[in-house]
């Protein structure tokens, strides 16, 4: 499975952006997509994850602020990122875990500043 992730940039706090993640290849249902991210020194993170009939779990930090959501037929992921803060700064990375494993995407830098 190979996911591509797409849609990071630079934004001012308060702002809002929306990161893409496409997988391809051998991708079975049930398995689970999610972001996650990680910041210059700090370990990776989830952010948020999402089962195939839609569930979804979020971190806290930002609970209220970003949603999770994904299209099966395209095999996509989205992450509606509002109300950026300067912590949410980091590489974001999509996830997906199901019958063959998990895979990663290669990442997309998200920048918050003014």
């Known amino acids: 499975v190979q996911l591509q992730a797409s849609g990071g940039g630079l ?11 496409a997988a391809s290849g051998n991708i079975f ?5 999610a972001w996650y991210r990680q910041a210059p020194g ?11 009939d839609g569930t979804t779990t979020y971190a806290n930090s930002v609970k209220g602020r970003f ?13 509606q990122m509002n109300s950026l803060k300067f912590e949410d700064a980091a590489v974001y990375y999509c996830n997906l875990a199901g019958r063959l494993g998990t895979s990663w995407g290669q990442g997309t830098l998200v920048t918050v500043s003014s």
């Open 42 to 52: 700090k370990q990776r993170e989830l952010v948020a994850v999402i089962t195939s």
């Open 11 to 21: 934004v001012q706090p308060g702002g809002s952006l929306r990161l893409s993640c």
């Open 67 to 79: 949603t999770i959501s994904r299209d099966n037929a395209k095999n996509t992921v989205y992450l």
């Open 29 to 33: 249902r049930p398995n689970l997509m």
